[in-house]
Nanobody, 124 residues
């Protein structure tokens, strides 16, 4: 079993920055990839960024490329999402997730463990 605990959400003005953190505990040896999802009102939950175990492979949604950076510190069992140049359309509940799948981590179906979600609000 894996538990994920998120922190760092909040309110920020457009153009600002925010850093989300997600700490994993439990059977962390079973984790291969970790990702960040978001869900805005009236929309489906979407994958915004993902990273492989050693950080050699990453995925970003087109809407966040060049603005968001995902990273992980395996010694701390923690994944981060640095969000820069934030836009009002980035407003959503952000979720941390983890999967043991070593090949397919750019799809929602691969993820088995989820954090509680944290609200990110970007004002215009």
């Amino acid at each position: 079993q894996v538990q994920l605990v998120e922190s760092g959400g909040g309110l920020v003005q457009a153009g600002g920055s925010l850093r989300l953190s997600c700490a994993a505990s439990g059977r962390t040896c079973s984790i291969y990839a970790m990702g960040w999802f978001r869900q805005a009102p009236g929309k489906e939950r979407e994958l915004v960024a993902a990273i492989s175990r050693r950080g050699g492979s990453t995925y970003y949604a087109d809407s966040v490329k060049g603005r968001f950076t995902i990273s992980r510190d395996n010694a701390k069992s923690t994944v981060y999402l640095e969000m820069n140049s934030l836009k009002p359309e980035d407003t959503a509940v952000y979720y941390c997730a983890a999967t043991g799948n070593p090949y397919w981590f750019a799809t929602r179906k691969a993820y088995d463990y989820w954090g509680q979600g944290t609200q990110v609000t970007v004002s215009s």
